[in-house]
DNA sequence: GTCTTTTACCCAC
DNA sequence: ATCAGACGCATTCGG
DNA sequence: CCGAATGCGTCTGATGTGGGTAAAAGAC
């Protein structure tokens, strides 16, 4: 054995801005049973009985349980509800509470518009009678088999994944409550559940934020209470990423659950995941085909499932983990119905697959605050009827309006616990962002840029305004606050909480400010760099810092903060600034302290002067920077004169003043042709007229052409890999159809072998995908292009792929960088002897059809263009050391 | 029991 | 980080 | 003049690399 195969992931933001995990470790018991190494009798009798209507992926044996077994089960079962029931803290007697909960399911189950809800409701009651007299055991067994009974009869007649009701827009919220809340009048996670299955069902973005607003209004409406764990809950998140809240659990947790609740084996669970690529999906087909259950079932509320997610998020220390297995195994067991399950197990890995997360969120609660409002609350709000008289330009007016706000009050303030108070209280209004707006150590969500592929494009994306391009430094983002007592808080580009990982910073940020400042928000890179020299160290480098109890004397990772932008001074908020007064303030109120805080390098220019752009891009790469940002400078004077004159110059600032494009129903019929005919640029087309202005003011939680990011490898004309696929594993989600990711390999002429070099998932089509699974199919017998097992002359030691592949294509491959690795072997000995290399942000591009795979390229080849990479000088950034021959940029 | 190794999570890009 | 797919909206095109 | 086609912006989801860290599992 050699390198552990490491896994995560990440994806850009979801709700929560937190990235979805991996879960590769669905599977972590996997190889052991691939190996026979299975501790053949640990899984076993799953806690309840469990039948499968399916042959195969069932276990027989365990419905063929001897009735003794059956009885130390029972009682096994039954002194862990009991344990369970004190570790509820929970008062109840199990039996009162099974009574109270029976006719609470049959309350959620049962809709009013299905066929036989009353049949339901007494059978469950009969069985809960027939309960009252008995001994603990024997009552235990009977409330089971009701449960059990229960539970076929309801997935026999009122299956949730078969037409769920519909949110019927003619029915009063109130009736909505009377489905959905339970007596108790706690809304149930069947409610959120339902919702889900209708939002999964439905590709249309309209559709899902009408159900999301209805579900949110029937909550608003009906229990306010749970609005905000419900929101919690749809958005995958538990807290905002800046307070400690984690799961801790992934595939694993869940994995194991699964095979203990339904009595899946390995193999079952594998096939099923290996077909949907969805541990969700894994759990709603498993409860489809169990019968009945003998475990009762405890019905599921919003704020129950919440208050699970608090408990494991709150259990630490040793044999928390096993406290975590307990709670998502009772979960699991409680989710009645299979698609209660489904979600029941998708929110547990935080990851819903719903199509719907942050801004779809933010959307919908702006529209069903304007629809209701909590008992308690005086907000007006309107009735569906009065919107409908509506013409549908003020409607959309209306609704853009209320998103604004709710999108810029999370974007200054992502934290649901302070915003849904809030709006419960005052609803949408514009009081809402003095409530709940940008404040000192809370993290906005930052600006981003958007992608520029080379320097042509962003001329034209530029509109031909004045810009700044600033380095763009291979480090970590960095959102500095400040306060008037010299206290700093750190946040990442995500708003993890970093406070306690840059100590030095933290030491180091109250002493630039220079006269006058007292607190500040500021935003800039992070970079390891040699303190004495000055010279910046790799992003490899940077990720080498401690992250947990960093003193200041124990860092072995020295950081200098380029500072690049300003969003708030001395209690004044400069969001609306243009980034000129800001980068002004910036500049003249800080004071710099070499190597330790400056400002990024930066070159003002119009576009007239792309030569110095294009020399200024290569100074910035030669010292290791990614490549440059380029911002906008300045608002435009007054948008509106400008309207008139500049739609015959492609190149030129753009009129809509109005960030509301909906306010354009009036006159905005404009010359929306005009004199376009003189352009020979392709990418300026006519419809330029109607771009929008960039705005040079910082817009938070928004990805603006005013803000471009060019990174070196987004050119074509970057380094590219010539490599060989060599296997795959099966996907996920919506790739669980295809091989993804897919192992890629060098050639190794001296040694005649493959060396793996990286995973790529990114850059494929779905077609590409389709094509390749039928190319590489291991149950085609005839053409399969598959081996069985892992060939001699590949080399990869990180896993075992699915499925390998015979090699016989190259494939062009993009990336960002040249990586050491620790898994991977490619070019082993050439650069190093313990690592090979690897590639930062893989990417595919095409098949080259003109190669065969005996033209690949060569891990030398690779190995050369690591040394070439390598070579860059890291470069003092400023005070230029003097044998610069090769460049020099400005003056 | 204590120390070391492995796993599975978290986070940066 | 990366990229592709899908939807919605606005404009343009085809008949 | 109206429906279909097209272009653009926005949102969503699937998963790449390296490395740190807490808790479990293994070694003695």
Redesign the pocket.
């Known amino acids: ?1 050699s390198s ?12 929560s801005n ?9 599977f ?2 996997q ?1 052991d049973a691939a190996n026979g190494v299975s501790k053949s009798n640990e899984p076993k009798i799953p806690q309840k009985i469990t039948q499968f209507q399916d042959k195969g992926s069932g276990k027989a044996h365990e419905a063929a349980m001897t009735d003794e077994e059956l009885a130390r089960k029972l009682q096994e079962e039954w002194n862990n509800e009991d344990l369970d029931a004190d570790a509820n803290n929970s008062n109840e007697a199990s039996d009162t509470r099974e009574t109270t909960r029976a006719n609470g399911i049959s309350e959620d189950i049962v809709e009013p518009s299905l066929d036989k809800p009353e049949l339901l409701k007494t059978s469950a009651n009969k069985n809960l009678n027939d309960n009252q007299e008995s001994t603990p055991l024997k009552k235990h067994v009977l409330s089971l088999q009701s449960a059990a009974a229960e539970e076929d009869t309801v997935s026999a007649n009122l299956p949730f994944d078969q037409s769920p009701l519909e949110f019927d827009p003619t029915k009063s919220i109130s009736d909505l409550q009377k489905q959905w809340v339970s007596d108790g009048g706690n809304a149930t996670y069947a409610l959120l559940t339902r919702c889900f299955v209708l939002v999964n069902g ?7 934020v009408d159900t999301l607003v209805n579900l949110l209004r029937t909550i608003i409406e009906g229990d306010p209470e749970s609005l905000l764990p419900a929101v919690w809950l749809a958005t ?1 998140s538990i807290s905002p ?1 800046y307070i ?1 809240l ?9 994995s194991k659950a699964l095979k203990k609740v339904c009595g899946l084996d390995n193999t079952g669970l594998k096939t099923l995941y290996n077909k949907y ?2 541990p969700g999906d894994v759990a709603f087909e498993a409860k489809k085909r169990q019968s009945f259950t003998l475990r009762k079932p405890k019905p599921l509320t919003i704020k129950s499932v919440f208050d699970s997610l608090i408990k494991i998020a709150n ?10 297995q307990r709670i998502v195994e009772r979960l699991v067991q409680d989710a009645r119905g299979a698609e209660e399950s489904r979600y029941i197990v998708r929110t547990l890995v ?12 933010l ?1 919908a609660l702006s529209r069903a605050f304007l629809l209701s409002r909590p008992s308690n609350a005086t907000f007006p709000v309107q009735s569906r009827e009065s919107l409908r008289m509506l013409r549908k330009e003020s409607l ?1 007016e209306l609704y853009s309006k209320n998103e604004e706000i709710v ?1 810029a009050c999370f974007a200054r303030h992502p934290n649901y616990n302070d915003l849904i108070p809030i709006l419960l209280e005052i609803g949408v209004c514009d009081e809402l962002l003095l409530r709940c707006g940008l404040s000192l150590h809370i993290p906005l969500r930052p600006m ?4 520029t592929r080379d320097l042509g494009e962003m001329l034209t ?1 530029l509109q031909g305004r004045d810009f700044s391009c600033e380095y763009k430094y ?5 959102q500095v606050h400040c306060d008037d007592q010299g206290q700093v808080t750190i ?8 406070t306690d ?1 840059y100590p030095d910073l933290v030491a180091l940020v109250p002493n630039i400010r220079g006269e006058g400042v007292s607190s500040f928000i500021l935003e800039g ?1 992070v970079v390891a760099i040699d303190h004495e020299s000055g010279d910046l160290k790799t ?2 480098t940077l ?8 003193v200041i004397g124990s860092v072995k990772v020295n950081v200098c903060l380029f500072a690049f932008d300003l969003m708030y001074l001395n209690g004044e908020e400069l969001l609306n600034r243009p980034f000129r007064e800001r980068r002004e303030l910036l500049r003249s109120l800080f004071v710099e302290i070499p190597n330790h805080f400056t400002w990024v390098k930066n070159l003002d220019a119009t576009s007239a002067d792309a030569e110095a752009v294009l020399e200024f891009f290569k100074s910035a790469t030669a010292i290791k920077c ?1 490549g440059i940002m380029v911002k906008v400078l300045d608002d435009l004077p007054n948008p509106d004169l400008q309207a008139d004159v500049d739609s015959a110059d492609n190149e030129q600032a753009q009129p809509p003043p109005t960030p509301q ?2 306010v ?2 009036a006159k ?3 010359k ?2 005009s004199i376009t005919g003189n352009t020979n640029e392709k ?1 300026a ?8 202005a960039l705005l040079a003011t910082y817009e938070p939680d ?4 005013s803000w471009l ?1 060019v ?1 070196k ?2 050119n074509t004309s970057a380094d590219t890999l010539d490599l060989i696929p060599v296997a795959g ?8 159809k295809w091989w ?2 897919i ?1 890629l390999a060098v050639r190794n002429a001296e040694t005649g072998t493959l060396e793996a070099v ?12 389709a094509a390749n699974r039928a190319k590489y199919d291991p149950d085609n017998e005839e053409e399969s292009n598959t081996l069985h097992g892992k060939p001699g002359y590949v080399e990869y030691e ?1 896993g075992n792929p699915d499925v390998w592949f015979e090699p016989q294509e190259v494939w062009e491959c ?1 990336f ?1 960088d040249i ?6 072997t490619a070019a082993i000995g050439l650069v190093s002897d313990e ?10 591009l095409r098949v080259r059809e003109d190669k065969g795979i005996e033209e690949a390229s060569e891990a030398r080849f690779l190995a050369g263009l690591w040394r070439k990479q390598e070579a860059r000088e890291p470069r003092r950034e400023k005070k230029v050391e003097e044998e610069d021959a090769e460049q020099e940029e400005e003056y």
């Open positions: 054995m552990p195969a490491k896994r995560r992931k990440k994806n850009d933001y979801n709700a937190r990235p979805v995990r991996s879960l590769d470790s669905f972590a018991k190889k439905t590709q249309s973005r309209i559709k899902i995958n990423p400690d984690e799961l801790g659990l992934g595939g694993s947790a869940i690529g969805d259990s630490k220390g040793q044999g928390s983990q096993e406290v975590k935080q990851h819903l697959r719903i199509g719907a997360v942050k801004t779809t969120m959307i959309t999108k981003l840029g958007s992608i994306k291979d480090g970590q983002r960095a946040f990442s580009r995500h708003l993890e909480l970093m990982k890179e992003f490899q990720a080498n810092r401690a992250r947990k109890d960093v990614e494009k909906t354009k129903g905005s019929k404009r929306t042709k990418d087309p006519a419809t330029s007229s109607r771009r929008k928004k990805r603006l052409d990011k990174k490898d987004y594993w099966h996907g996920q989600g919506r790739k669980s993804s990711p192992l990286t995973k790529c998932m990114s850059g494929f089509t779905d077609k590409f995908y990180g993009a960002a990586t050491l690795s620790p898994t991977y690592r090979g290399l690897s590639l930062r942000f893989p990417r595919f």
